[in-house]
């Protein structure tokens, strides 16, 4: 884990070495799609996440917003259920207030 510190993701890049691992999923929050394009060990990599997309590189990411939808039309039938209840509950305990 490189904690998103942009120099444990170079770290990560330059520091692969082919004759110990088959290839790289790596998902860089730091580093630029330059610095990704321009690194020195030609192991194989897949990128992950939205951020520092490369040329050259495959990669795998989520459509976040049709999760967000997703996971928000389940919570609305979760709670559609709960509240049609014979004894619905009074409150719901989240969290935090960012969740709520």
């Known amino acids: 884990m490189t904690g998103a510190d942009a120099d444990a993701?170079?770290?990560v890049l330059e520091?692969?070495?082919?004759?110990?691992?088959?290839?790289?999923?790596?998902?860089?929050?730091?580093?630029?799609?330059?610095?990704i394009a321009?690194?020195?060990?030609?192991?194989?990599?897949v990128l992950l996440g939205e951020r520092s997309r490369s040329e050259g590189f495959d990669h795998a990411?989520?459509?976040s917003i049709a999760a967000a939808e997703a996971m928000t039309e389940h919570l609305l039938r979760a709670m559609q259920k709960l509240l049609?209840?014979?004894?619905?509950?009074?409150?719901v305990f989240c969290f935090n207030d960012l969740m709520a």
Do not use: K, N, W, Y
């Not at 070495?17 to 860089?28: A, E, L, T, W």
């Not at 049609?84 to 409150?91: E, I």
């Open 15 to 35: 520091g692969m070495r082919s004759h110990v691992i088959d290839g790289v999923i790596f998902s860089p929050l730091t580093l630029s799609a330059a610095e």
């Open 61 to 63: 990411a989520v459509d």
């Open 9 to 11: 993701e170079r770290l």
């Open 38 to 45: 321009h690194r020195t060990d030609h192991l194989p990599m």
């Open 84 to 91: 049609a209840l014979p004894d619905p509950p009074d409150a």
